[in-house]
């Protein structure tokens, strides 16, 4: 269920949210303030305005219900060239959002339109308009959007028109200033500003609702599939272009050890992240902001492939959510990547020294995969044990990878969120490698059968598996 505050953004009202279901207005022009009202109204929403603060007195409706309320007739009129804060009511339903957010960071529209289901949305700008800019935006929100030049330029969406309404939601986090350093700049703060949203949402081994939810809302707009299972684990599914290459599992773990401090802040000494008191819950939050940005960025990424997502509930006490999981679902997978290790650079490949995640050369992969790449300082080693023992005594090739976290369950906890950040560009760079990343799984299931070959011909067996 989206909140109020989400709801308003997705339509393009520009209200601030002074607290839960109480709004500042007087940064909407009025004809758009009126027809808020209008539409809570219509949804039968019980509100009080006074002062120019709105407040909310009913609980959230579903987006289903308010997107009947705001879809008036004859709505995606507009609009006359060069108006800079448009009206709401003339913008189409689901293009709404991202034209005002779209003009709230001085990149004006002159027309727009959500493709009605029919065909594609596009938006078009100004002949002042830095296109340059809104190229770097779109490709930093990982949304496929194609220019077509011209006297006023367009912007084509290859994306369902319900997408603009996630894409709106995402641009209300984008600062104007971000505009000016640049695409990856702007897509490493969003990813910054997803992280601090996780660390806000508290849930230790065994009550996990909270954190689950947030994260099922996340995940959802790009997976073909998504469900929880009988145990609390978040699975979903994801197959991009043909789905002729890899199947690969992407976990993390939602639990943390104890619940966060009620009213903790967040310290942050440069990229070095800590919590004013109790523990930071990096472990393994941080995982889990990194598979929420891989799964936003496959769309616009060369892999091809499956993605199975698996969110493992009670991992830190006792891998429970883990052991529990449906054989079934890890049936087709071919290899686990795994984002719970602390520290920076590690490439875990097995549990001590005893019991090995994976084939020496599915780590090495990694590595050489990262030295390409010019992320230094990944080396495969020992650590300990976690989700990662589970998929491997399932014969599934398995690493963990550092998060950036260090002093875990401690109050000393830190989060290097650069080296977080790191973290998701390795796992880009694996995957936009798929092909020789299914022939060294290819090469690593032969050599197995040979040595088990080997090995069955000396015990007197010549059958061959």
Not at 249 to 269: C, W
């Given at each position: ?95 709404s ?16 339109c959500?493709?009605?289901?029919q ?49 709106a939601?995402q ?68 197959t ?33 992240w ?23 960025w496959?769309d616009?990424s ?68 990262a ?21 491997a ?8 990878l ?25 796992i880009q ?9 299914s ?14 070959t ?12």
């Amino acid at each position: 269920m989206k909140t109020w505050n989400q709801l308003f953004t997705r339509q393009g009202f520009v209200v601030e949210e002074k607290s839960p279901n109480e709004f500042i207005c007087t940064n909407e022009r009025k004809e758009n303030v009126e027809f808020l009202l209008e539409s809570l109204d219509k949804a039968n929403v019980k509100y009080v305005l006074f002062a120019d603060v709105l407040t909310i007195e009913s609980p959230p409706i579903s987006e289903k219900q308010w997107l009947q309320a705001v879809d008036v007739p004859q709505r995606g009129v507009w609009e006359t060239t060069g108006v800079e804060e448009p009206k709401v009511f003339e913008l189409d339903t689901y293009m709404s959002g991202v034209t005002r957010e779209l003009n709230r960071l001085g990149l004006r529209t002159v027309c727009c339109c959500d493709g009605h289901g029919q065909h594609r949305p596009y938006v078009s700008f100004g002949e002042q308009t830095n296109m340059e800019k809104v190229m770097q935006l779109f490709h930093a929100l990982q949304v496929d959007a194609h220019l077509r030049p011209s006297r006023f330029p367009r912007i084509v969406f290859s994306v369902k028109r319900e997408r603009l309404l996630d894409l709106a939601e995402q641009m209300r986090k984008v600062q104007i200033d971000w505009l000016e350093q640049g695409e990856a700049h702007i897509r490493k703060m969003l990813f910054l500003y997803e992280l601090e949203e996780l660390l806000s949402v508290s849930g230790e081994s065994g009550n996990e609702d909270a954190i689950r939810a947030v994260v099922y809302e996340k995940l959802a707009p790009y997976v073909d599939h998504i469900t929880v299972d009988r145990y609390g684990n978040l699975l979903a599914q994801k197959t991009c272009k043909t789905g002729h290459g890899p199947t690969i599992l992407l976990n993390a773990h939602l639990d943390t050890v104890e619940s966060f401090v009620p009213g903790r802040t967040i310290v942050k000494q440069g990229a070095i992240w800590s919590s004013s008191e109790g523990i930071l819950g990096a472990d393994d939050r941080a995982g889990v902001a990194v598979l929420l940005e891989i799964a936003k960025w496959l769309d616009t990424s060369s892999f091809n492939g499956t993605i199975k997502f698996v969110f493992t509930v009670e991992e830190e006490c006792g891998l429970v959510g883990a052991r529990k999981l449906e054989k079934y679902f890890l049936w087709d997978v071919d290899a686990a990547i795994v984002v719970d290790r602390r520290g920076t650079g590690d490439i875990v490949t097995s549990c001590g020294t005893t019991q090995p995640f994976c084939d020496i050369r599915y780590g090495q992969f990694f590595e050489q995969v990262a030295y390409d790449a010019g992320l230094t300082g990944w080396k495969c080693t020992a650590g300990g044990s976690g989700d990662t023992r589970i998929w491997a005594e399932q014969g599934i090739q398995s690493v963990n990878l550092s998060a950036g976290y260090e002093w875990e369950h401690t109050d000393d906890e830190t989060l290097d969120t650069d080296a977080c950040y790191g973290t998701v560009q390795l796992i880009q760079a694996v995957l936009n490698q798929w092909r020789d990343f299914s022939r060294m799984l290819r090469d690593v299931r032969m050599a197995n059968r040979e040595g088990v070959t080997v090995m069955r011909m000396q015990g007197g067996k010549r059958d061959v598996i």
